[in-house]
């Protein structure tokens, strides 16, 4: 069964970094996509960037392009996210979602997994 485990949320200043995982067991194929999404309270998710594993597919959310590298481990099916030159505005719960197949993107709907939400605060 499909498993995904996030982590490495936290508080950090305006400017500052964090990185997130996620990491996936129980697959079944070695083609899928995993993306990373964000929501705060009273706004609908919003995509920030997706990885397609097979091809190396990339999208970023255009609030994060020049900000935040999306990157993968494939030794040990780790996606991470690492996010520089933070802003208030990131902040959020960040969700790892999952899906199988070959497009990158960042519609929600194509996400059928989900791990459990990390917090990110930036803050003065």
């Known amino acids: 069964q499909l498993q995904l485990v996030e982590s490495g949320g936290g508080s950090v200043q305006p400017g500052g970094s964090l990185r997130l995982s996620c990491s996936a067991s129980?697959?079944?194929?070695?083609?899928?996509?995993i993306a990373w999404f964000r929501q705060v309270p009273g706004k609908e998710r919003e995509g920030v960037s997706c990885l397609s594993v097979s091809n190396n597919l990339i999208e970023y959310a255009d609030s994060v392009k020049g900000r935040f590298s999306i990157y993968r481990d494939d030794a040990n099916n780790t996606v991470y996210l690492q996010m520089n030159s933070l802003k208030p505005e990131d902040t959020g719960v960040y969700y790892c979602a999952f899906r199988y197949g070959r497009i990158a993107t960042l519609n929600a709907e194509h996400f059928p997994s989900w791990g459990q939400g990390t917090q990110v605060t930036v803050s003065s």
């Open positions: 129980g697959l079944t194929l070695d083609y899928y996509a």
